[in-house]
């Protein structure tokens, strides 16, 4: 029984939805239009004879009352699938033994077999399901055993097919030839209707897998867009920080030096102010880019870009992330009256600079600024480095001489986001204090990135 279970689905963990209102006002239709063709059926056999003798009142009520009460069935076939199924074979027998000829007619036969199908195919109980088909072969069986072995249904199919006085003239004598063809023809209606109600039900089954399996998909997409969404935008605040936190650090250091040498020295002070000027308008510049990628982003994404909205149609034009070769740009920005900042780049041969990809140029060039910020910020140096080595991998190396300045210990993002950036690009991080004076930060990253691809796109969106 457990295997007869298994094959029918009694494991699966799934049970078929109940019909739908449509599909149940389908099987009213379906009723109505069954019973209209086996009452044309049941006068066509009376047209040819097939029903002589039973002409009377009774008997055609009797005759129509049968069909109408096997096709009723098939109003509830998906709503009670197995109790109609189970009726269906109640009455096969029943009208089987009290009205022959109705019973063996081709409607009601089909119908008989679209209502054991309909049992198989909706059953919600498999396991269920499984003793009424074993109930249905043992019925069948013992049904066959009366006809033949206990009543005269042998001897009256063997008139009906005047076969009674016929010698052997196949492989079977008629008697058994009788019997083999009625029993082959029973089995094979039972195990039909069963096998398309399995293969219905089987079919049901794959297809709603399949609608999860898209509504899935459709949520992990969803999931991946906001990821995708929150990566970007800590991108931005990274590379926010990043801008801000150094020019806002030159333009303080530049204006305190100004300060300090406006009436002794109005040539420097000069100097300094305009070295203010110049770093403000580049965070400017660089903040209005950063937003702008953002506000483009968001537009895009939700395709809201309408000309009557005042809105620009066209994206905003962005100037090339910065690389290596604004290094020393930066490193420029960054000297001030007491804190000297040299630059060095060390080439394995040369032009190994112009062919690191795009992705490590613009986090090697982050990961100085960020490191000088911090020294003017947090420390006391009089001098600071920038080296960059570019061999087998990209390496960029920030150091002072100075010691922690009293007082402006800072939150530990601009660190935290050093070491993201590499981590993304599986590079190292080598970040502490120097023995003696001073502070290192020094950065590995390879250039064939962590997947062992070459990094030839921007980390997390970035762009050139």
Request: proline residues 4%; contains cysteine.
């Amino acid at each position: 029984m457990d295997r007869i279970a298994h094959l029918l689905g009694a494991d699966e963990n799934w049970e078929r939805p109940r019909p739908t209102a449509t599909q149940q006002r389908t099987d009213v239709l379906i009723a109505v239009v069954v019973y209209l063709l086996a009452a044309l059926s049941i006068e066509l056999m009376r047209s040819l004879g097939v029903l002589e003798g039973e002409d009377s009142v009774l008997d055609i009520l009797a005759q129509h009352g049968a069909a109408a009460s096997a096709a009723v069935l098939l109003v509830w076939r998906r709503r009670y699938p197995l109790v109609v199924a189970t009726l269906a074979n109640l009455h096969l027998y029943v009208i089987g033994t009290l009205q022959p000829a109705v019973g063996s007619s081709l409607v009601i036969q089909a119908l008989y077999f679209f209502a054991v199908y309909s049992g198989v195919a909706w059953a919600r109980d498999r396991r269920a399901l499984s003793y009424l088909v074993v109930g249905f072969v043992v019925v069948l069986t013992l049904w066959l055993a009366w006809v033949f072995a206990l009543s005269s249904g042998l001897q009256t199919m063997l008139e009906n097919f005047g076969a009674e006085d016929i010698e052997q003239v196949g492989l079977f004598s008629a008697p058994v030839g009788i019997i083999g063809w009625v029993t082959l023809n029973n089995l094979l209606f039972l195990g039909g209707a069963i096998l398309l109600g399995q293969v219905a039900w089987r079919g049901a089954l794959h297809t709603a897998r399949e609608l999860d399996q898209a509504e899935t998909i459709r949520a992990q997409a969803a999931r991946l867009r906001d990821q995708a969404v929150v990566a970007e935008r800590l991108r931005i605040a990274r590379e926010l920080h990043d801008v801000v936190a150094h020019h806002v650090s030159v333009m303080g250091v530049q204006a305190a030096a100004a300060r300090r040498v406006l009436e002794k020295n109005p040539d420097a002070a000069r100097e300094a102010l305009g070295a203010i000027e110049t770093s403000s308008r580049n965070a400017v510049g660089q903040m209005r880019e950063l937003l702008g990628t953002l506000r483009h982003g968001e537009l895009a994404a939700d395709g809201a870009r309408e000309d009557d909205t005042g809105l620009d149609s066209e994206a905003p034009d962005r100037a090339p992330q910065p690389d290596l070769e604004d290094l020393p740009d930066l490193v420029v920005q960054a000297t001030t009256p007491t804190c000297e900042v040299t630059y060095d780049l060390v080439e394995d041969r040369p032009g190994a600079a112009g062919e690191v990809p795009a992705a490590l140029q613009l986090t090697a060039y982050r990961i100085a600024q960020e490191s000088l910020a911090n020294v003017r910020r947090h420390s006391t140096a009089t001098h600071a480095s920038v080296v960059v080595r570019v061999g087998d991998a990209l390496e960029v190396e920030v150091l002072d001489n100075g010691s922690p300045r009293h007082g402006t210990s800072g939150t530990g993002l601009g660190q935290q986001g050093i070491r993201e950036r590499a981590e993304l690009l599986g590079g190292e991080v080598e970040i502490g204090r120097r023995r003696g004076a001073g502070y290192r930060v020094r950065v590995t990253l390879p250039l064939a990135g962590p997947s062992g691809e070459p990094a030839t796109a921007a980390p997390s969106g970035a762009h050139r």
